[in-house]
Nanobody, 129 residues
Framework: QVRLEESGGGSVQPGGSLRLSCEAPGYTDKYRDYCLGWFRQTEDAEREGVAS???????SVTDSVKGRFTISQDNAKNTLYLQMNSLKPEDTGKYYC?????????????????????RGKGTVVTISS
């Protein structure tokens, strides 16, 4: 069973920064081909893919966060990160770490709309003045 566990959420003012982390013990060792990433969801909106990274290190972020968010992974630590800068109120939501074995839906920020094999419980991000 794959376990994904997010941390790093919180409440900050507009313009602030947060770094989300997702521990994925053994995931990158176990699977040669995979997609890891983040999606977010609010009560009023559908799931929105935010960022993705594949086993080769190719990354993708959705247009609304380009230039502000960066996805990265530390394979040695089996940890996925999402560095979020210049945060805006519309970035508010619950952020989930997600993973697929292989790339059944491709591996880009939009892939998370279609599904995932595993996800964490989520971490809440609130941007408010």
């Amino acid at each position: 069973q794959v376990r994904l566990e997010e941390s790093g959420g919180g409440s900050v003012q507009p313009g602030g920064s947060l770094r989300l982390s997702c521990e994925a013990p053994g995931y990158t060792d176990k699977y040669r081909d995979y997609c890891l990433g983040w999606f977010r969801q609010t009560e009023d909106a559908e799931r929105e893919g935010v960022a993705s990274i594949d086993a080769d290190g190719n990354t993708s972020v959705t247009d609304s966060v380009k230039g502000r968010f960066t996805i990265s992974q530390d394979n040695a630590k089996n940890t996925l990160y999402l560095q979020m800068n210049s945060l805006k109120p519309e970035d508010t939501g619950k952020y989930y770490c997600a993973a697929t074995i292989g790339q059944p839906y491709g591996c880009n920020s939009g892939s998370w709309r279609f599904g995932y094999d595993y996800r964490g419980k989520g971490t809440v991000v609130t941007i408010s003045s």
